[in-house]
């Protein structure tokens, strides 16, 4: 028997056509059920998150939000500033799916409070290229120069300014800054003048005072006392180590005066002679007027300090008198007024006379002659010392009754304390001791006692 094969079961062609309506109608059952859901979930976990620098600092259900409140505090603190403002921080917002949380609108506004600030749009003030220190505008930057300028004006009647020139480049860039640290223009033009400070030693030796070295360094005794806690008082110390607080100017302004003075013209002294006077000794015969000249300077200076000075001008106004004075010519007496002889044998030469010079007071006469030239007693009377006295080198000191007389500096004594001596007698040769300089003999006439009161002993003289 043939066996043939099986033939399939054929699906009859309306089963197949009732399969596609089914998957039809399921497809529009659920499209719609679907878009619901979806609709569902983005009302019930979908959320904007809100970041400070990266920082998550809540969630907004509508991104416009955002926008409202960062407009608002932009608005606050331009408000609080007086300028527009932009935001330091970086804000971002991303979309999130949280289906458990809450947006929370509140903390973010105040988080964002918190946490933002705020720049306002200034001027960077450069010197040469160098940043120094903001101010708000380009207004505040010429008001600075303005003050640069006018920093050193003359104060005087007398004086005007010629010129003023500011030695290095002042000028300006955006700049975005904190409104708190802006600087007003008054006080960014003094720290450009007076710049920083840095410490500098001073080692202390002598003559030096607090005083003296606070001048020569253009500083107050109480800037300097500020600058050295370690000082007790006003005592310093020869090699104490003193700071100095100098100032260092970012800016240097140079300006050139011209100054209007009046002025002294020194009289000439014409000089006639007296054989009448001792050699030492001057007389007005005619005294000198001083005349009087206007001058016109040209005067520079460096922030404030002189640095050139030019007489440009000159106009007599009154022509000087000359003074006339007369010089002695004697040497040697020719013979006494009182009752003392001369005290250098042979007379010598008067070197210096009684009286001030060099700042110091001269008590008697020096009489220049040969060493070893006799020294004769003045008159007659006891020898209340001899020897080496200080300064006078070896002297001897005669008691007269009334008067006392000295003579100092000698090579050698010939008398002893106690001795009595006569008029003319020699008591001494002429010699160089203690402080001198040269061979003479200083002589003096005191009253009262040896360290007594002093006479010029020319008074007892005539030429």
Do not use: C
Not at 174 to 193: F, G, R
Not at 445 to 462: D, Y
């Amino acid at each position: 028997m043939l066996l043939l094969p099986e033939r399939k079961r054929q699906r009859p062609a309306r089963a197949g056509a009732v399969w596609y309506a089914y998957i039809f109608f399921f497809i529009l059952s659920v499209v719609p059920l679907w878009g619901g859901l979806n609709r569902y979930i983005q009302r019930t976990g979908s959320f904007y998150a809100v970041y400070v620098n990266n920082y998550e600092i809540g969630m907004l259900s509508e991104k416009d939000m955002l926008d409202e409140m960062l407009k608002t505090l932009q608005e606050e603190a331009a408000a609080f500033y007086g300028m527009p403002v932009v935001t330091v921080e970086e804000v971002n917002v991303a979309k999130v799916f949280r289906p458990h949380e809450e947006d929370n609108p509140e903390k973010v506004f105040s988080q964002l409070r918190h946490m933002l600030s705020y720049k306002v749009e200034a001027r960077m003030v450069t010197v040469d290229g160098r940043d120094i220190f903001p101010v708000a505008t380009e207004e505040d930057v010429n008001k600075v120069i303005e003050l640069l300028a006018g920093a050193y004006l003359p104060h005087k009647t007398n004086v005007s300014l010629e010129a003023v020139q500011i030695g290095e480049t002042i000028s300006s860039r955006v700049h975005y800054a904190y409104p708190e640290k802006l600087y007003d223009v008054e006080t960014l033009a003094s720290i450009l003048l007076r710049g920083t400070d840095r410490k500098e030693i001073y080692l202390v030796s002598r003559g030096d005072s607090l005083w003296k070295i606070a001048s020569e360094h253009n500083l107050t005794v109480e800037e300097l006392k500020e600058a050295n806690p370690q000082l007790n008082g006003d005592t310093i110390r020869v090699g104490d180590e003193i700071n100095l607080i100098v100032p260092e100017p970012i800016v240097n302004v140079t300006t050139v005066e011209r100054m209007v003075v009046e002025e002294n013209i020194p009289f000439d002294t014409k000089y006639t002679y007296d054989s009448n006077m001792w050699r030492v000794q001057t007389r007005v015969v005619e005294a000198g007027t001083l005349g009087r000249k206007e001058v016109v300077y040209q005067i520079t200076r460096e922030n404030g300090v002189e640095t050139a000075r030019e007489k440009i001008q000159e106009t007599v106004l009154k022509d000087p008198k000359d003074q006339i004075i007369a010089r002695g010519t004697a040497d040697i007496p020719s013979r006494g007024t009182g009752s003392f002889l001369w005290p250098v044998d042979g007379g010598g030469r008067i070197t210096s006379g009684y009286g001030w010079r060099s700042g110091a007071f001269h008590a008697g006469i020096d009489v220049a002659a040969a060493k070893g030239t006799p020294i004769l007693a003045s008159d007659s009377g006891v020898v209340v010392f001899q020897g080496w006295d200080g300064g006078y080198g070896l002297s001897v000191v005669i008691y007269h009754g009334h008067y006392y007389t000295r003579y100092a500096h000698n090579s050698q004594n010939s008398v002893t304390t106690g001795q009595a001596v006569n008029k003319g007698q020699v008591i001494a040769r002429v010699g160089s001791t203690g402080r001198s300089t040269g061979a003479h003999v200083h002589f003096e006439i005191r009253t009262g006692s040896a360290h007594g009161p002093t006479i010029n002993p020319l008074n007892f003289f005539k030429p």
